[in-house]
């Protein structure tokens, strides 16, 4: 009895914090989430861009916040710089060839909580056919109710990725090797969906 007592207890226990792990939909539909990117111009300049079409979803537990996953998949070809001719350029052969290469996505593998609201998010990249792990730095924006009766939950964080990683050799100098990315997530619980 006591033996069963005891699994019984351990299954509630696993339940209960299963219960508190929430899967959150991307809010692209509303658009308060954003994948930019920015790149020094040969040194003199940053070149600022977003990617307009993404869709993904995530896991957050605030009371288990390392078993958190993130799921992302980005239509490269929705491309913007804000300017036709270059975007052209960017879609093409010399750097994300959209025609071969049309999506990236990003699976996590690992969410590590530092101090005050602010993680490493581990996960594996595919960009331009390549797959390499990235390391981005995130800050929990906030949490709570929407005025639409839903829960929602926010972060920011920012990861470098270096050109030549991913197959991109396009020569636009030293100062133009690496790419930053800016990503701002706002997700919608499922359950309150």
Do not use: C
């Not at 993404?54 to 491309?79: H, M, Q, R």
């Not at 331009?128 to 929602?152: A, C, F, L, N, S």
């Amino acid at each position: 009895m006591k033996r069963l007592s005891a699994l019984g207890f351990a299954l509630i226990l696993g339940l209960s914090s299963q219960l508190h792990a929430t899967e959150y939909t991307i809010d692209t539909k509303g658009a308060h989430a954003f994948i930019q990117f920015r790149i020094k111009h040969l040194g003199y300049s940053w070149l600022y861009g977003r990617f307009n079409d993404f869709e993904g979803s995530f896991v957050y537990d605030e009371d288990k916040p390392e078993a958190s996953s993130v799921n992302v998949t980005i239509d490269v070809t929705s491309l913007d710089s804000n300017h036709a001719e270059r975007d052209k350029h960017l879609r093409g052969k010399d750097f994300l060839h959209t025609d071969k290469f049309p999506t990236a996505t990003f699976k996590s593998t690992r969410f590590t909580p530092t101090s005050d609201g602010k993680a490493k998010l581990e996960g594996n990249l595919t960009l331009h056919g390549v797959t390499k792990p990235v390391v981005i730095d995130v800050t929990e924006v906030g949490g709570g109710k929407d005025p639409w009766g839903g829960y929602r939950q926010g972060f920011t964080g920012t990861t470098e990725i270096a050109l030549k990683d991913f197959g991109i050799d396009y020569d636009l100098g030293p100062a133009s090797q690496t790419v930053e990315l800016i990503l701002d997530v706002e997700g919608i619980a499922k359950s309150m969906m």
